[in-house]
């Protein structure tokens, strides 16, 4: 059974860049049968979808937030992960990575979250 | 961006109620529509994809329905289990964009 682990520093100073990396154990990471994604959601507030990868390296992003984001890949580790630039204190959030999975129906791929990781907390402070 | 609206936040009920979430796009589209059950602490859970696609092993009091622009969840019979948040979601274009949650509290 596939399951995902955020990992990263829980602080994060102000302007600097915050780094999360997500493992991916117990599937096929590179099959091509998935893409990969972030997702954050603030105290008290709702989820914010940032980004997403597939194994080839291509990537779609939040455009409020694709300035200041890169998500990367590395198949040999079986990982992605998250780089978000310049932060400030509304970037402190639970970060959670996700398997995104698609149906094929009457020629249309319909996209959907299938597995998440447990999350992570990160806070941006001085 | 497609804003996903739902209703109501919040909602009171006891043990073998039927529930039902609306969720309402800002734009029409077809299947593009999950949903997911959170609970705090725990990672996020999809119940229904493809708008009324059954997760596996999600039982089968949840159910999805819907198109275009409205959209429902509903769980038959409420368990002590099924007190949490419930989320829907659009992947019909990007950025993929959330419900501002639906939080099931016991009555």
Same mark, same amino acid.
């Given at each position: 059974q596939v399951q995902l682990q955020e990992s990263g520093p829980g602080l994060v100073e102000p302007s600097q860049t915050l780094s999360l990396t997500c493992t991916v154990s117990?599937?096929?990471?590179?099959?091509?049968s998935y893409y990969w994604s972030w997702i954050r959601q603030p105290a008290g507030k709702g989820l914010e979808w940032i980004g997403r990868i597939y194994t080839s390296g291509s990537t779609n992003y939040n455009p409020s937030l694709e300035s200041r984001v890169t998500i990367s890949v590395d198949t040999s580790k079986n990982q992605f992960s998250l780089k978000l630039s310049s932060?400030?204190?509304?970037?402190t959030a639970v970060y959670y990575c996700a398997r995104v999975a698609w149906l094929r129906l009457e020629g249309y791929y319909y996209y959907y979250m299938d597995v998440w990781g447990e999350g992570t907390t990160v806070s941006v402070s001085s | 961006d497609i804003q996903m609206t739902q209703s109501p936040s919040s909602v009171s009920a006891s043990v073998g109620d039927r529930v039902t979430i609306t969720c309402r796009a800002s734009q029409g589209f077809s299947r593009w529509l999950a949903w997911y059950q959170h609970k705090p602490g725990k990672a996020p859970k999809l119940?229904?994809? =493809? =708008?009324s696609r059954l997760q596996s092993g999600?039982?089968?009091?949840f159910s999805g329905s819907g198109s275009g622009t409205d959209f429902t969840l509903t769980i038959s019979s409420l368990q002590p289990e099924d007190f949490a948040t419930y989320y829907c979601q659009q =992947?019909?274009?990007?950025?993929?964009t959330f419900g501002q949650g639906t939080k099931l509290e016991i009555k």
């Open positions: 117990g599937g096929s990471f590179s099959s091509g932060v400030t204190a509304a970037d | 119940l229904i994809y =493809a =708008a999600v039982p089968s009091r =992947a019909h274009s990007f950025p993929y």
